[in-house]
């Protein structure tokens, strides 16, 4: 399993990015996605998920509105579409998946930094 997030950057508060989430290994349609987040000196929480066929989302009370997750399951990839950026967003995002009770698979994350 491999999973390689892009898509990360420096940018203003109110403003906007997109994450990608490239996908390997597995069948990526057959598992629901997730993107998590670690600011420093946090712990790692869970930003936004989305079910195996894109039927179902949910969000972090902190993002909904903002952030939108979505998933190409023809290019085995997952997005995080972010607006309205605020200082507090600024943190290391990661992709997810469980791949059955205990198998948890991380990307190397990539860094979002909000600042004027």
């Known amino acids: 399993v491999q999973l390689v997030e892009s898509g990360g950057g420096l940018v203003q508060p109110g403003g906007s990015l997109r994450l990608s989430c490239a996908a390997s290994?597995?069948?990526?349609?057959?598992?629901?996605m997730s993107w998590f987040r670690q600011a420093p000196g946090k712990e790692r929480e869970l930003v936004a998920t989305?079910?195996?066929?894109?039927?179902?989302?949910n969000y972090a009370d902190s993002v909904k509105g903002r952030f939108t997750i979505s998933r190409d399951n023809a290019k085995n990839t997952v997005y995080l579409q972010m607006n309205s950026l605020k200082a507090e967003d600024t943190a290391v995002y990661y992709c997810?998946?469980?791949?059955?009770?205990?198998?948890?698979?991380w990307g190397q994350g990539t860094q979002v930094t909000v600042s004027s």
């Open positions: 989305i079910s195996s066929a894109g039927a179902y989302r």
């Open positions: 997810h998946v469980r791949i059955g009770p205990v198998n948890r698979y």
């Open positions: 290994g597995f069948t990526f349609s057959s598992y629901g």
